[in-house]
């Protein structure tokens, strides 16, 4: 009989178990039995169906037999002296990502040999006496780092996995793990990581009747009713998965926020995930309903500056520590589309901050505020408003407060240029944490393949970035579907995410480059061609959605599909005519000082590279000018010639894309193929949607003739106007 592969996911067991033979069983259960044991002892012994659900942390066996020989000759045993419930998580992982890529059990054992075995290590705890010099190094680590390392000490040669605490260990633990999942050599091992971002965090915009909002992956993972008893097994497979890419905080529930999260029995029930997580490195968050002290409390106000509202917070941030004492603290969303907060009190978003912070001070738990604010009534352009309101409370908020600004000044669009809250000179007194969106709202949601690294290194290089950023919080696509995220590809997301925020030099290259190796094949024609639809996948959805600059011509409510007519909604800035501003003369808006002067918000250099018509990024054209139609672009094409082209370059992208994947039909499994496959075609065909849709609209407002070449719309704008899409997901439940 082969040796059954350990795995630690659940759904992925094999069929049957060949040595639990009962011999009271029927002739046809017998022969049910053999057929089994025979399929078993046929390779591949994965009997499972290949759904994603194991995401990246696939440990099959290495197919090449010289790396694994080579792999072997080093990887004979390994020991380990700590005891944390953290130590314990990393052996098992040690131990089932070696026993399933190499074919074999590789041994815990006490006493290691001359050669080939690894060490567990902190610089309290060893199973050997480790050379000074490296002890020292594992003393100066960052708690959470890690170093790997061929150590040869006292006649003796051996892999250090050694970190700087326990969790630093298990980190270490999974990134061996990764670079003999990417192949790599690790003959002369010697990697010293730290993390750049302290508070590396998922944002779960989770409701507690599991609906999720801009969720596309099904129902909320957090099964709240049934905790705090019924502990999913997928909890500890979302915790293996984030420990893997370094995520150490999640915000469980959605930034709309329901007071009742904070009542006794759902403190239990998160007190239950705190628990399953902490030895994970991760460190639970709960969004704050401003208005809680009121609708929990019974209280009339919910004024900061009222003592009995200060006291309520202060009692009941008490009871959270009793039950959760590493708890992270409160991400708040206050005053922003129609939620509570202090300015119902005519007091500040820096009074309101403050009031919680107190309240958690004592227990070094920290509030999050998010800059995510803007309003109607203000007749500013809506995308200046944050930087507005936040810069001048800059040196009013409590130490332990930190302002979450998302990349860019509008939402989680295809293109933005940075929010200038980002850059430096603006908060310079006040901690900041960078909000991505890896859920796709405005990105063709689980339908699509965009693969988000390439958005974030944008920000991530803009010139002045702001190098004191404290956290990244990324807003989750993960769900109840069995992959996880909706779309196979969507991980990706989930993954650049983690390994971006840990470090942020990582190019999206190679993050592309390991997630495909782990996730798909290490074969290298296969990793060429996928890393090639990801690394041209957003550049594609942006040329089929919203080409140089434009932003927000998605449809109502769900953001699904195109919408650039709108123009009816009860406030002006969620129009997209708001945003595209198209007209006889030309299209885009006029954000220079002619206009609403938000290019006067960013530092000199950018600001006189934005607000100039000739310099300006074409990519940025249309954020920061009105453009006549038929104006030249550098291209030498007239603006509306170069849109036709954006939107057509976007459609052959995403048809380019189906081709590519069928030439991977033999090196992928049928299941995932298969899942993969029918996406792209809808991909495909609402890329030619969008393209359709926009061109048509702005044709009817530009009145030119499409260019030579241009494919013209299939249907008319009424069509495209017409069609409804009243259960798309992401706001209202699924099922
Ligand atoms: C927008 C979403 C909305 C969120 C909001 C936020 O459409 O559902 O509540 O952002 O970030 O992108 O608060």
């Known amino acids: 009989m082969p040796v059954l592969r350990h795995n630690l996911l659940p759904y992925d067991e094999p069929a049957c178990q060949g040595n639990k033979i009962i011999f009271r069983l029927s002739v046809m259960r017998i022969f049910t039995k053999i057929f089994c044991c025979l399929l078993?002892?046929?390779?591949?012994?994965?009997?499972?169906?290949?759904?994603?659900?194991?995401?990246?942390?696939?440990?099959?066996?290495?197919?090449?037999?010289?790396?694994?020989?080579?792999?072997?000759?080093?990887?004979?045993?390994?020991?380990?002296?700590?005891?944390?419930?953290?130590?314990k998580i990393a052996i098992d992982e040690l131990k089932n990502g070696l026993e399933g890529l190499l074919g074999h059990s590789v041994p815990m054992v006490k006493t290691i040999g001359a050669t080939g075995s690894i060490i567990l290590a902190t610089s309290e705890h060893s199973p050997v006496k480790l050379p000074k010099a490296i002890n020292n190094q594992l003393q100066q680590l960052d708690k959470e780092g890690f170093i790997l390392q061929k150590v040869s000490s006292g006649g003796k040669s051996f892999i250090l996995i050694g970190g700087g605490s326990d969790i630093g260990v298990l980190y270490g633990v999974f990134h061996f793990l990764r670079l003999l999942q990417t192949q790599q050599s690790i003959t002369r091992l010697q990697i010293k990581s730290e993390?750049?971002?302290?508070?590396?965090?998922?944002?779960?915009?989770?409701?507690?009747?599991?609906?999720?909002?801009?969720?596309?992956?099904?129902?909320?993972?957090?099964d709240w009713h049934r905790l705090p008893e019924y502990l999913d097994r997928r909890y500890t497979d979302y915790a293996?998965?984030?420990?893997?890419?370094?995520?150490?905080?999640?915000v469980l529930t959605n930034v709309n926020a329901n007071a009742l999260v904070l009542r006794p029995d759902y403190l239990e029930k998160t007190r239950a995930l705190a628990?399953?997580?902490?030895?994970?490195?991760?460190?639970?968050?709960?969004?704050?309903?401003?208005?809680?002290?009121?609708?929990?409390?019974?209280?009339?106000?919910?004024?900061?500056?009222?003592?009995?509202?200060?006291?309520?917070w202060k009692n009941k941030v008490d009871e959270i520590y009793r039950l959760i004492p590493d708890f992270g603290g409160f991400v708040v969303k206050a005053n922003s589309e129609g939620q509570p907060g202090p300015q119902n009190y005519g007091r500040t978003h820096a009074?309101?901050?403050?009031?919680?912070?107190?309240?958690?001070?004592?227990?070094?738990?920290?509030?999050i505020w998010r800059a995510f604010v803007y309003s109607n009534e203000t007749p500013e352009d809506r995308v200046r408003q944050a930087f507005s309101e936040f810069v001048p409370l800059d040196g009013s908020f409590s130490k332990n407060v930190m302002i979450q600004v998302k990349n860019g000044p509008l939402d989680f669009q295809p293109r933005e240029p940075v929010h200038p809250l980002l850059l430096e000179g603006a908060l310079t007194q006040t901690a900041s944490v960078l909000e991505l969106q890896i859920t796709q709202e405005y990105l063709g949601q689980a339908n699509h393949l965009v693969f988000l690294a390439p958005m974030w290194q944008e920000v991530l290089e803009t010139p002045d970035f702001h190098q004191k950023i404290d956290g990244f919080a990324g807003v989750s696509n993960i769900g109840s579907d069995r992959n996880w995220t909706g779309h196979l590809f969507g991980q990706t997301n989930w993954y650049a995410f983690g390994r971006l925020s840990w470090d942020n030099q990582l190019s999206p290259e190679a993050i592309a480059d390991e997630w495909t190796r782990m996730t798909f094949s290490n074969d290298n024609e296969s990793v060429k061609l996928i890393k090639s639809m990801l690394l041209n996948s957003l550049e594609n959805c942006v040329d089929y959605m919203t080409p140089l600059g434009l932003a927000h011509l998605m449809a109502t409510g769900h953001h699904f599909g195109p919408g650039p007519w709108v123009n009816d909604l009860p406030r002006a800035d969620w129009n997209p005519t708001y945003f595209h501003r198209a007209d006889s003369t030309?299209?885009?808006?006029?954000?220079?000082?002619?206009?609403?002067?938000?290019?006067?918000?960013?530092?000199?250099?950018?600001?006189?590279?934005?607000?100039?018509?000739?310099?300006?990024?074409?990519?940025?054209?249309?954020?920061?000018?009105?453009?006549?139609?038929?104006?030249?672009?550098?291209?030498?094409?007239?603006?509306?010639?170069?849109?036709?082209?954006?939107?057509?370059?976007?459609?052959?992208?995403?048809?380019?894309?189906?081709?590519d994947w069928q030439k991977l039909k033999k090196s992928i499994d049928s299941d995932r193929f298969e899942q993969v496959e029918q996406l792209l075609s809808i991909q495909a065909k609402e890329a030619r949607w969008w393209h359709d849709a926009?061109?048509?609209?702005?044709?009817?407002?530009?009145?030119?003739?499409?260019?030579?070449?241009?494919?013209?719309?299939?249907?008319?704008?009424?069509?495209?106007?017409?069609?409804?899409y009243p259960f798309a997901p992401g706001i209202r439940p699924r099922w």
């Open 40 to 87: 078993l002892a046929t390779p591949p012994y994965t009997l499972y169906a290949e759904d994603g659900y194991r995401l990246w942390l696939r440990f099959d066996k290495i197919k090449d037999a010289g790396i694994r020989m080579e792999y072997n000759r080093q990887l004979k045993n390994f020991t380990s002296a700590g005891q944390s419930p953290t130590i």
């Open 586 to 659: 030309g299209i885009g808006f006029n954000r220079t000082a002619t206009g609403s002067n938000a290019v006067a918000q960013y530092p000199a250099a950018l600001r006189d590279l934005y607000a100039s018509r000739a310099k300006c990024p074409e990519k940025f054209l249309l954020w920061f000018h009105h453009v006549g139609w038929n104006e030249k672009l550098a291209s030498g094409r007239t603006l509306w010639e170069e849109i036709c082209r954006h939107y057509d370059q976007g459609v052959i992208g995403a048809v380019t894309m189906q081709a």
């Open 694 to 724: 926009c061109l048509s609209y702005f044709q009817s407002v530009s009145k030119l003739p499409y260019p030579a070449g241009t494919a013209p719309p299939e249907k008319s704008l009424e069509y495209y106007k017409k069609l409804d």
């Open 351 to 367: 009074d309101g901050a403050n009031l919680l912070a107190n309240a958690l001070q004592p227990y070094s738990g920290r509030v």
């Open 275 to 312: 628990d399953l997580f902490r030895p994970y490195g991760i460190r639970v968050f709960l969004t704050a309903r401003f208005s809680a002290p009121i609708e929990l409390g019974g209280l009339k106000t919910a004024d900061p500056h009222d003592p009995q509202v200060q006291a309520w």
């Open 195 to 222: 993390p750049d971002i302290p508070l590396r965090m998922l944002n779960h915009w989770d409701n507690l009747d599991r609906t999720v909002e801009r969720g596309y992956a099904g129902a909320s993972i957090w």
């Open 240 to 250: 293996r998965a984030n420990a893997s890419i370094g995520i150490n905080a999640t």
